[in-house]
């Protein structure tokens, strides 16, 4: 089975913290994506990646930043929290951008005080 | 991407058959209809998708109308395990970053 995991499943940081979100899949997938989901907004993209090194921005990237040094590997920064980016985090992978499924993570709920 | 409309609640009886309905009367026809789900506090999971023919796997079925402007998410046999939002999408399939954007979704609870 494909595994999504990510570091932290609850987190709580005070506002200007920089924080790092890590995750990581074992399945040599080549996509590799950052959602937040917040109540009666649905899913939204932060960042994509699609290769080691390359990252694309989602609808919603101000404030982030992300890093893929391997390909296992997809890290989201906030470089210095605000209030707003309280919100459940999702990393998802796919097999190549062509791929119909992508595969979640569990989830961080991060607040922000 | 196409808009799509679901209910956002249905109940269904544990052991019957759950019916979940979509609608997206603008789907354009490069674009997929996707299913996945939500349980409580874990990650969304791909459930099934198609394009326009009927689809089944070991998890569902997918039925599309002809015209492909509704599709309906059958569960033949729900189980408690089933409650969860269940989300509906359509996009092309190798749309730019190959994101998905869930709404709202319908929020089954399969009650014993």
């Known amino acids: 089975d494909v595994k999504v995991t990510q570091s932290s499943r609850y987190l709580v940081k005070r506002t200007g913290e920089k924080v790092f979100l890590e995750c990581v899949q074992d399945?040599?997938?080549?996509?590799m994506f950052w959602y937040r989901q917040d109540p009666g907004l649905g899913l939204r993209l932060i960042y994509f990646s699609y290769d080691v090194k390359m990252k694309e921005k989602g609808d919603i990237p101000e404030g982030y930043s992300v890093s893929r040094e391997k390909k296992e590997r997809f890290s989201l920064i906030l470089e210095s929290a605000s209030t707003n980016q309280t919100s459940m985090y999702l990393c998802?992978?796919?097999?190549?951008?062509?791929?119909?499924?992508?595969?979640f993570g569990p989830g961080t709920r991060l607040t922000v005080t | 991407d196409a808009k799509t409309t679901q209910p956002p609640s249905m109940d269904c009886a544990e052991g019957r058959a759950a019916n979940l309905p979509c609608n997206h009367s603008?789907?354009?026809?490069?674009?997929?209809v996707y299913w996945y789900r939500q349980i409580h506090s874990q990650g969304p999971q791909y459930i099934i998708h198609?394009?326009?023919n009927n689809e089944t796997n070991e998890m569902a079925s997918l039925i599309i109308t002809e015209d492909r402007k509704s599709s309906t998410l059958i569960l033949p046999h729900a189980t408690l395990r089933d409650t969860a939002v269940y989300y509906c999408i359509v996009r092309p399939h190798n749309n730019a970053g190959n994101m998905l954007t869930f709404g709202g979704g319908t929020r089954l609870m399969v009650k014993p």
């Open positions: 998802a992978s796919s097999l190549s951008p062509a791929a119909y499924e992508q595969y």
């Open positions: 399945m040599d997938h080549e996509n």
């Open positions: 198609g394009l326009k």
């Open positions: 603008t789907i354009s026809g490069n674009e997929y």
